[in-house]
């Protein structure tokens, strides 16, 4: 079993930031990519940043320049800086991994997720 356990949501002022971490644990054998999606009432969820093993980053376009993705492969966790919050970033903020179970085994596995509400 795989668990990912994300912190870090809350409610900010536009402007603020809020650091988001989530951390993987169970029968890992290794991770193929860590991620951030988010999902807003009535919209579909969307991929907002992800990192995958060998160091590339994706961003979505409406937050480059704003939020920062990072990893600790030592302690299977990653973690999302986000800066110059926006009303619009106002979602559940969803934590995903894919990663090996087993030899030849991959599978993507999500975490609560966890609210962000960004006030004007």
């Known amino acids: 079993q795989v668990q990912l356990m994300e912190s870090g949501g809350g409610l900010v002022q536009a402007g603020g930031s809020l650091r988001l971490s989530c951390a993987a644990s169970?029968?890992?054998?290794?991770?193929?990519?860590m991620g951030w999606y988010r999902q807003s009432p009535g919209q579909e969820r969307q991929l907002v940043a992800t990192?995958?093993?060998?160091?590339?980053?994706n961003y979505a376009d409406s937050v480059k320049g704003r939020f920062t993705i990072s990893r600790d492969n030592a302690k299977n966790m990653v973690f999302l800086q986000m800066n110059s919050l926006k009303p619009e970033d106002t979602a559940v903020y969803y934590c995903n991994s894919r990663l090996y179970t087993d030899i030849g085994n991959w599978d993507d596995y999500w975490g609560q997720g966890t609210q962000v509400t960004v006030s004007s």
């Open positions: 169970g029968t890992i054998i290794s991770i193929v990519s």
């Open positions: 990192l995958n093993s060998g160091g590339g980053r």
